[in-house]
Every structure is written in structure tokens, then in C-alpha cells.
């Protein structure tokens, strides 16, 4: 039988709070820390009060590739669902995009970055 959690996501930002992961995935998610190569992070205003009320938080980290491929972005990456996956799109606002990134551990994972 298969692992209904299948997924990796990886998360550099507001994913990997207890409070978001409950009002997302209905559970808190157990996660590795790992990292991303030849991106980079700033910050985004988020204007969605929904996303607002679930984060607390006004500016959410964003990622972009990055000129500098040793330069990178640290997180978590997290094994959920596809229905769970279906919730992280739900919460990103339009200015992400879901893309796969193979991680710094060598895994491949789907990560939100700057649309």
C-alpha cells in the first residue's frame, strides 16, 4: 500500500508556521530542514485578508532565481498529500507560482515562488 503523504513541498516562508499548517492541512506538519540553490528571498506586501488572518503576518517571504547559483534559500521541506497540496495552493496568493525545485539534499520537491 502506498503512503497516502507522497508530496514533498518545500517551504521558506509562512508554510512552516504551526497556525497556517492547522488552518490549511487541518495538522501540523513534521518537517527536514533543506535548502534551495540559486535562489534568493525578499519580501512581499500581502494585501488577502484571509491569508493575512491565517499568517498574522503582512510581508511573506518570496523567492526568485537567483544570478548567483551558490547563493540560497533555507527552509523545510515537508512530506503531505495531494489534497493537502491542493490546499497550499488555495492559500498562496497570485503572486506565487508552484514549480519543482530539485532541493540541496538532491530531493525534488514543489516550492511557491515569485509568479
Known sequence: MSDP???????YGTLQLE????????R????????????????????DPEVLARSGQRFHPIVSRS???AQEVAGKVFR?????????????VAD???VAV????GREAWVYIQA
Not at 495531494?82 to 497550499?88: G, I, N
Request: glycine share 6%; proline share 5%; aromatic share 8%.
Open 5 to 11: 503523504h507522497d508530496v514533498l513541498l518545500f517551504s
Open 19 to 26: 497556525q497556517v499548517q492547522l488552518e490549511s492541512f487541518g
Open 28 to 47: 501540523p506538519l513534521d518537517g527536514e530542514a533543506d535548502a534551495m540553490p540559486g535562489y534568493r528571498q525578499t519580501l512581499l506586501e500581502i494585501t
Open 67 to 69: 544570478d548567483d547559483p
Open 80 to 92: 503531505i498529500s495531494r489534497a493537502e497540496l491542493a490546499a497550499a495552493d488555495r492559500y498562496e
Open 96 to 98: 506565487y507560482q508552484r
Open 102 to 105: 530539485t532541493l540541496k539534499s
